[in-house]
């Protein structure tokens, strides 16, 4: 079935340093792809999707590239802050299905 | 933005007892709503699918008669933990979409119920 792997373990790292956490994925067809952002007490929260092969969504300075060939969706960015701590769920979808299928999520702490 | 709230955001009970945990979509109407549990380190894992009126859609190995869901109106959806036992234990999510959007588009999640069986 489908599933999503993320990097293990949480990732620590200092104010302004450069991010990247890894996903891919596994699953038939076209799907959907998705990261969230869940900050200390609140909801998941959409941070950006892209729907097709080569699509890059991008949201307050998040960046991740849909690669068919690697079936990755790496999120990136360039200089976090703390306020960028928070847990980061990559996911998908098959067209025409709403079931949402998640990675465990990774913790990431920005010290200042 | 779309909200979505979950009460209780905690609770605990006896072994034996039944736990109902309400989600509600306080700004917008939700036809969909979705349950997953998410156990410490794990995925979030769908449970079933709420559709307003309708009996839900149960993923394959959750059990419906334990896990009791109604979505009696287009802002409301529950879940009843019947006979809860310490196995039980976990984070409960909810997430609702908006009637007439597409499998692209945002799940409004909840914050969570975190649900302790001792």
């Known amino acids: 079935g489908d599933s999503v792997t993320q990097m293990e373990g949480p990732v620590t790292l200092s104010e302004e340093a450069f991010l990247t956490i890894n996903c891919t994925y596994t699953?038939?067809?076209?799907?959907?792809l998705f990261w969230y952002v869940q900050y200390p007490g609140e909801g998941l929260q959409l941070l950006l999707k892209?729907?097709?092969?080569?699509d890059k969504g991008s949201n307050k300075g998040f960046e991740a590239t849909y690669r068919k060939e690697t079936t990755s969706f790496h999120l990136e960015k360039g200089s976090v802050q703390v306020s960028d701590s928070a847990v980061y769920f990559c996911?998908?979808?098959?067209?025409?299905?709403?079931?949402?299928?998640f990675g465990k999520g990774n913790q990431v702490v920005v010290i200042p | 933005g779309a909200v979505v709230s979950q009460h209780p955001s905690w609770v605990i009970c006896k072994s034996g007892t039944s736990v109902k945990i309400e989600c509600r979509s306080l700004?917008?109407?939700?036809?969909?709503m979705f349950w997953y549990r998410q156990f410490p380190k794990q995925s979030l894992m769908l449970m079933a699918t709420?559709?307003?009126?309708?009996?839900?859609?149960?993923e394959q190995g959750v059990e419906k008669d334990k896990f009791l869901i109604n979505h009696a109106s287009l802002t409301l959806s529950t879940l009843t933990v019947t006979s809860a036992h310490p196995e039980d234990s976990s984070f409960y999510i909810c997430?609702?979409?908006?009637?007439?959007?597409?499998?692209?588009?945002?799940?409004?999640f909840g914050p969570g119920t975190r649900l302790t069986v001792l």
């Open positions: 700004d917008f109407q939700a036809t969909t």
């Open positions: 997430s609702a979409k908006a009637p007439g959007t597409t499998h692209t588009d945002t799940q409004y």
């Open positions: 892209a729907t097709k092969a080569d």
């Open positions: 699953a038939t067809g076209y799907p959907s």
């Open positions: 709420s559709n307003e009126g309708s009996k839900a859609t149960y």
């Open positions: 996911a998908l979808n098959r067209y025409g299905n709403n079931r949402l299928a």
